[in-house]
């Protein structure tokens, strides 16, 4: 127990680490160039915001939050994703009071029970945005393009961009009533949760991963059938913007998420062949969701990409990642005098910058050049009894092997200069 983590979750030990922190950078890049700024909400929520947030008859809700009473006797849940707590921010902080849109970005740790396999973690991270007070389909090609722009500066290939337009109230409950139509004479061969759907929210049928469910809904009237003339016209937009960027996807009719408060477009982006888990991102348009949460009616759109699954598929692809640190130089002594000197020359090379290091358990002189060798360091700067009466060090190029005597303060020039 003492030495095992808790099944699903994940330490992210260096060596791995330095991956992460390639993903970060580049997502905190783009969302710079964007203009997307950073939010950091807590890791715990009340329990009513995600089940108004996400929706009681989701999977998430229904089956998959950590959610316990604490010591005040009130129920809070790890969060299991990210918009709702924006959503709350949004409106606690009242962001709706600064300039329209606001938009957000986010990267931490989401809390799922669901059964662990490869890709699919209890613990697992999300990168995701949320811009709230926009509605015009340029921000829904925005956010997409953006998302795609990760994808592209992490190194992915053959990525597929999957989109459906979900419709807004209007047309909704056109769908609903053509989907019922559909669906009750088949009603008694769909699993008891499909059944237990129908009344409550029959869109959500076409969501149901079983393989009967799937190709009993087979045929089963779309979206995409019943649009509304402005719904259709705002899908169209959206389109001709990803078309004018250059942004290849497919329209897949099935992509629902089936809650009011989605409306409009939604987007998955798969990566073929990476498995069962092959969805590396999703999002979409939230026009209720403000409303739902408790404010003004207020436009939002979000995405939300797994870091885990990305890094994954990135090593499937063969994407190179950035080396792993190595220090530049790595100050060895060769006798006991040159302890302390060693130290301020330590300190002295950090302060300007060099990614500097030495040995801290009284190693022989061979074992620091074999420690030096295995921290992969560029440089060892040997002090001796003759180094030290210089004011010197025997400098070695650990790839070559050649060494030489130069004073202490010229060592950043053979470093090159910083
Ligand atoms: P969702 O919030 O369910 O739309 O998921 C957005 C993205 O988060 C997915 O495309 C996955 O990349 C990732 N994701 C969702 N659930 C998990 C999980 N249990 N483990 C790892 N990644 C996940």
Known sequence: ??????????DIIPGEVEKWQFVEDVIRDVC??????????????????????????????????????????????????????VVRAYLENKLYTGPQPVKLYYIGPMFRYDRPQAGRYRQFHQFGVEVLGAHSPGIDAEVIAMAMEVYKRLGLRGLELHINSLGCPECRPKLRERLKEFLHTRLDQFCPTCQDRFERNPMRILDCKNEKCRALAAGAPTTLDCLCDECSAFFEAVKEHLEDLG??????????????????????IMAPGIGAQSSVGGGGRYNGLVEQCGGKDTPGIGYALGLERIILTMEQQGVKFPPAWRPDIFVVTACAEAERTAFKLLSKLREKGYKADKDYNGR?????????????????????ENELKNGTAMMKDMNTGEQQEIPVDKIPELLGGK
């Open 1 to 10: 127990m003492l030495t095992n983590r808790p099944r699903g979750t994940n």
């Open 32 to 85: 710079r160039t964007y203009g997307y700024r950073e939010i950091r909400t807590p890791i715990f929520e009340h329990t009513e915001l995600f089940k108004r947030g996400v929706g009681e008859t989701t999977d998430i809700v229904e089956k998959e939050m950590y959610t316990f009473i604490d010591r005040g006797e009130r129920s809070v849940t790890l969060r299991p994703e990210g918009t709702a707590a």
């Open 247 to 268: 942004i290849e996807y497919v329209v897949d009719k099935k992509l629902v998420r089936g809650l009011d408060y989605y409306t409009h477009t939604a987007f998955e």
């Open 364 to 384: 022989s002189l061979k074992a620091q050049m074999k420690y030096a060798g295995k921290l992969n360091a560029r440089y060892t700067a040997i002090l001796g």
